[in-house]
């Protein structure tokens, strides 16, 4: 079971309002409910400004109900105001009712509420959209400069920036978020479809420039979550028949020309050599994996050569991490 609380708040007390929490949170929502093929993946609760009025109260029986209960995985997304207040060196969720020195949900306490859960929760992925946000995990007074990272087993925490920074918006939209939706729609999984909280990370981290706002990703866990499967790179069937193609992570694939219909400027050179089309159908599918890093022209700079004048293709460290798993009958 995958259960998410996703809220979005806009419409804070002049002048502070905000422009993009609330379609991010809409489009969060959205994409979270399904994989990419439309079968179901969280159920989701979602909490905007735009439907109500998200006060302290709200969000914090919100949240709490979230981690009620038996789950595999939990997530929190939280667009809008964050805040640290340096003379209690506590950090906030700032609700459309906060004021100095309740400014909403206090950091600390989510984090306690995450931490509590494992193993019930066996998961727990806390995404956070608002300045600041980078405080979630601390716990003061312990540690150089006072802080250190405290997170249970099983949680994993990403925020749009460190501890003192600020989260951007940018047409209609925080820039942190239109990242994750641009992830989680693929751009973030691996050759399986596959897309985890550190694909996550890494797809933002290296998106956003030296000069930008620069996220940040804590994480206490085991093994590695998917939030969202989309279709698979490379087809499932292709992936185990590399253990047939591949005897071992260091075989050489031996191509020739029947391997490729599109013979080019050599064509005339080749008519004794027929076309054979169980060939062209590996070599398709060798060709897919090339084109995701999974083999390789072990003579030849290009696959077409290597069929044309007889080369072969070798695994790459990826080819035979995926080859080894076909092995193991774990795809």
Not at 184 to 198: F, H, I, K
Not at 238 to 261: G, N, Q, V
Not at 290 to 312: I, Q
Request: charge should be negative; proline fraction near 4%; glycine fraction near 10%.
């Amino acid at each position: 079971m995958k259960k998410a609380l996703v809220i979005g708040i806009d419409d804070y007390p002049a002048p502070n309002q905000l422009g993009g929490c609330v379609n991010d949170a809409v489009e969060l929502a959205a994409m979270l409910e399904t994989n990419g093929d439309g079968s179901p993946n969280f159920d989701v609760r979602r909490i905007t400004s735009r439907d109500e009025t998200v006060t302290a109260k709200l969000l914090t029986d919100a949240v709490k109900d979230l981690f009620t209960g038996d789950a595999d995985t939990v997530l929190l997304y939280f667009a809008g105001h964050g805040i640290m207040d340096e003379e209690t060196n506590s950090g906030f969720l700032v609700t459309q009712d906060g004021e100095d020195p309740a400014w909403g949900v206090n950091l600390s306490t989510v984090i306690q509420l995450a931490n509590k859960a494992h193993p019930r929760i066996k998961s727990t992925v806390i995404l956070l959209d608002s300045c600041q946000s980078g405080f979630a995990g601390e716990v003061s007074g312990l540690g150089e400069g006072g802080q250190v990272s405290h997170i249970g087993n099983g949680v994993t925490i990403l925020t749009a920036c460190h501890r003192k920074g600020f989260a951007a918006e940018s047409n209609g939209h925080g820039k942190f978020t239109d990242i994750l939706l641009d992830g989680l729609g693929g751009a973030a999984s691996d050759v399986l479809g596959r897309v985890t909280p550190a694909a996550l990370y890494a797809h933002v981290d290296q998106t956003l420039g030296a000069w930008e706002q620069r996220p940040i990703y804590k994480a206490n866990v085991q093994t590695f979550i998917t939030l969202r499967e989309v279709n698979p790179k490379v087809p499932k069937e292709t992936l185990r028949r590399l253990a047939t193609y591949f005897p071992s992570d260091a075989h050489i694939f031996k191509l020739d020309p029947s391997y490729e219909p599109d013979r080019g400027e050599e064509a005339a050179n080749l008519t004794h050599i027929p076309v054979d089309e169980d060939h062209v159908r590996i070599y398709r599918e060798l060709q897919n994996c090339n084109r995701y890093g999974l083999v390789v022209p072990s003579e030849h700079e290009h696959m077409w050569h290597s069929a044309v004048f007889s080369g072969g293709v070798r695994l790459t460290a990826t080819g035979a991490h995926y080859r080894r798993l076909a092995v193991k009958k774990k795809i």
